[in-house]
């Protein structure tokens, strides 16, 4: 996901981010407020290490949410039972 795409849908994907990724507070989600750059530091931050797991599941959620799901669930091949 790009920087475009993740502003356009930050509405939508800040809900979703909170329950799936507990660790964000509030804050950090009023600080993001639809910034890739931003969001990539709150990631790093809360969780360190998964940053790259937390940035897959939220493309896998975008591509999901505008129906392009195959091209990043060929590109993943994510685990049964994971959280994409």
Do not use: C
């Not at 940035?55 to 959280?83: C, F, I, N």
């Amino acid at each position: 996901m790009n920087h475009e795409q993740f502003k356009q849908s930050w509405n939508q994907l800040e809900g979703h981010l909170k329950k799936h990724w507990g660790k964000l507070t509030d804050d950090d989600l009023l600080q993001i407020e639809g910034d890739l750059d931003k969001f990539d530091g709150a990631i790093e931050k809360r969780y360190g290490e998964m940053k790259g797991a937390v940035s897959k599941w939220a493309d896998l959620w975008y591509a999901r949410w505008t129906g392009s799901y195959v091209e990043y669930y060929e590109k993943w091949k994510p685990a049964v039972g994971s959280r994409f």
